[in-house]
């Protein structure tokens, strides 16, 4: 279980359902645990830091929102908020994301740049037992960054399956591309890409034919602003249906903000959407 990625590819159904699964639900994390010492957390701190420092007190750089009590452990909303400005000389360039007790803790990473504004992100996941979660920030110097949440919920990668999983697939694909308010030359506009798909698990059984489908999900998204790398997304099954992001982007009069979307069946579907910033008020300006 040392690498996060390879692994889930090679999983098959029977083993994610029964050896993934089985061996933790007796075992659920409680919110009193040292986030420090639980055991799957240190197997892939070490499989994927090897051996880095990583700053646990990171509020200065990052900070995680998740609930404390998930109203569905298949949709629970989590933010993670950057705590200063993107900038060439200093800035976020990478978030990963780590969902302690789920059969994949690895949940994925969030690639940011200067031209990202703000490296913030929103999303929705799946939470398969009580755990703790984790955004480790890496910043554009080496260093690490932590920030932990412990979130009640469970069953969220097992949950029983009620829809047509041929015509959820034949459905897949959809993709909505939007900018929030009027964007600003300079100044981060929020934006989001929202992906029509099951993002099947492979774990929850279909209550209709009462069979397993296999995994299928969005594993990357890549958004670009004026044909500039503004946030790359490296996802898993963690995520939940219909997968949806809120990002940040920096505008600059006029340009494309494109959304590049890619699952596991190697199919691909785009995005776009025009922007037109305008000029900041003197006010703005001097904010900065």
Known sequence: MKTAWSGVRAMTIA?????????????????????DK???????KEGTFKGRT??????????????????DAAVVPIAINAQFPQTSA??????????????????????????????????????EDYTFMRAIA????????SAVRFVKASGGCSAPADKDDDAAERAAGQVKLQTEGQAVTGKPELAQVMVRHPNRTGMAMNQITRNYASAYFVRKVSVTYADKPVMTANVNF???????????????????????????????????????????????????
């Open 38 to 44: 639980v055991a799957r957390w240190l197997d892939f």
């Open 90 to 127: 200093h800035y976020i360039k990478k978030v990963y994301l780590f969902i302690d007790e789920n059969p994949e803790p690895y949940a994925g990473s969030f690639e940011f740049t200067p031209e990202s504004g703000l490296a913030t992100i929103e999303t929705r996941v799946r939470v």
């Open 54 to 71: 990583i700053d646990t007190h990171g509020d200065a750089v990052i900070k995680l929102d998740a609930p404390a009590r998930a109203a």
């Open 238 to 288: 963690s995520i939940s249906e219909n997968p949806n992001f809120r990002f940040y982007f920096v505008p600059a009069g006029k340009g494309e903000l494109k959304a590049s979307i890619e699952d596991t069946k190697s199919k691909h579907w785009d995005g776009v959407v025009a922007v037109d910033a305008q000029p900041g008020s003197a006010q703005t300006s001097a904010m900065k």
């Open 15 to 35: 083993s994610l359902a029964t050896a993934a699964l089985a061996p933790y639900a007796a075992h659920a994390a409680q919110p009193d645990d040292d986030p």
């Open 138 to 145: 890496e910043t554009n110097d080496g260093k690490l960054y």
